[in-house]
């Protein structure tokens, strides 16, 4: 089920790098030492705005330094895709938000990766605050199939990632697809028609849980959006190389840039 006329939607890259970030720590390669700042990628999310409400996917490790970059104050809700490190480990920066909204911020997320997040942060979600601290305000939803969120259509669907399954969101007209290597056939008939996608690859090679270059770029294609990114990108990309190497209506994404769906 997808919604037969989407609102208007921007989507601002938070980060587009792959799990340690780049530069990585301690590395010396030329990306890592590129001056070029489109090569400085934090952690993969984006910030999906319609109608004035700003829905985040995914609170990565880097969302403080994201926010403060960006002019970021109001999160109306957020929507996780998977409960890998580098997607969840910033959800304690939501207090910041509920602070300057005097808001609790609902979290969706399909039910098992709700119980992940859950036995994360245990000291969030428990009932008596054992630790004495300032915990983030938060509203668990479970979202286990397409449903509306602030005005705005999405619907999730299962993607191989690896040993687990990932979830990929089509957000109105928007397909945002990191951590996935291969779309089973109901994915692929939910991307149907999207007029953006986003798309994870790590490296040019396959990896076991992530898309290589060129897989990213076949997946695109084959739905055949207006335009597509590639993000979740490691230190083994360049920047202008990969602007270079990408078909037409293919570019690589970098941190702070805005699309509208
Ligand atoms: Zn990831
Ligand atoms: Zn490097
Ligand atoms: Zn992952």
Redesign the pocket.
Known sequence: MIAPSSPALTALFMGTGS?VGVPMIGCSCPVCQSPDLRNRRTR?SILVSSGGKNILVDTAPDLRFQALREGLSRIDAVIYTHA?A??VLGLDELRTFNFIMQEEIPIYAPPRVLERIRTMFSYAFSDVNREGVTRPKLVPRELPGPMEIHGVFVTPFLVEHGPVMNTALRIGDLVYL??CNAVPPEGKRVMKGASTMIVGAVRYEPHESHFGLSQAVAEITEVGPRQGYIT?LSHRMDHATLEKELPPGISPAYDGLRIVV
Do not use: A
Request: proline share 0%.
């Open positions: 799990s993969s890998h580098d997607h990191t951590d979740h």
